[in-house]
């Protein structure tokens, strides 16, 4: 079974920063693309900022230079540090990861549950 778990969320003011982190338990082969999405009230779920295993990322036009996205492949985590928030900003934050089981041949998406940031004006 594959867990993705989440940590780092909470409420900040604005120009303040943040660090998620997901770390992947389970029986693991591989993790292939990791990312960090958000949804907020009453707007459809967004990326935020992917990684892929050898490290190439790709961050959402409204977070670039602000947010970074980082992974450990030794340790199957991944993190977003988040500076200067605003508040549009605010979301549900969730980890996504695209891994390989063991006795499978095929690549699965998997998904956190979600952990919740708050940027006050």
């Known amino acids: 079974q594959v867990q993705l778990v989440e940590s780092g969320g909470g409420l900040v003011q604005a120009g303040g920063s943040l660090r998620l982190s997901c770390v992947v338990s389970g029986n693991i082969i591989s993790i292939y693309f990791m990312g960090w999405y958000r949804q907020a009230p009453g707007k459809q779920r967004e990326l935020v900022a992917a990684?892929?295993?050898?490290?190439?990322?790709n961050y959402a036009d409204s977070v670039k230079g602000r947010f970074t996205i980082s992974r450990d492949n030794a340790k199957n985590t991944v993190s977003l540090q988040m500076n200067s928030l605003k508040p549009e900003d605010t979301a549900v934050y969730y980890c996504k990861a695209d891994l390989r089981r063991e006795l499978s041949s095929t690549v699965e998406g998997y998904w956190g549950q979600g952990t919740q940031v708050t940027v006050s004006s």
């Open positions: 990684i892929t295993r050898g490290g190439s990322t």
